[in-house]
Nanobody, 114 residues
């Protein structure tokens, strides 16, 4: 059974950086491209970063140039490097496979203060 465990969130000032991690057990990590979702308060989850190939990804316009998705296949860990954070980046971040959604993890809270 797939298990997704996100970590690395926290409280940071605008302009700061965080690196999120997603430990993924099970086959979804190895079989599918992974992505990071953000759920802002009172809103639906938004897919902000998606792998499209070994070294390529798509990003929502609001995070382009600031966020980078990557993975470590040996460790089965997905990362999201977030730089120059803005208050509008605040939310709970989840990882999952957009093409084959697994059970959602608990997410990790990111709060960016202005």
């Amino acid at each position: 059974q797939v298990q997704l465990v996100e970590s690395g969130g926290g409280l940071v000032q605008a302009g700061g950086s965080l690196r999120l991690s997603c430990a993924a057990s099970g086959s979804v990590f190895n079989l599918y491209a992974m992505g990071w979702y953000r759920q802002a308060p009172g809103k639906q989850p938004e897919l902000v970063a998606t792998e499209t190939g070994p070294r390529s990804a798509n990003y929502v316009d609001s995070v382009k140039g600031r966020f980078t998705i990557s993975r470590d296949n040996a460790k089965e860990v997905l990362y999201l490097q977030m730089n120059n954070l803005k208050p509008e980046d605040t939310g709970v971040y989840y990882c999952n496979a957009p093409q084959s959604l697994a059970k959602w993890g608990q997410g990790t809270q990111v709060t960016v203060s202005s």
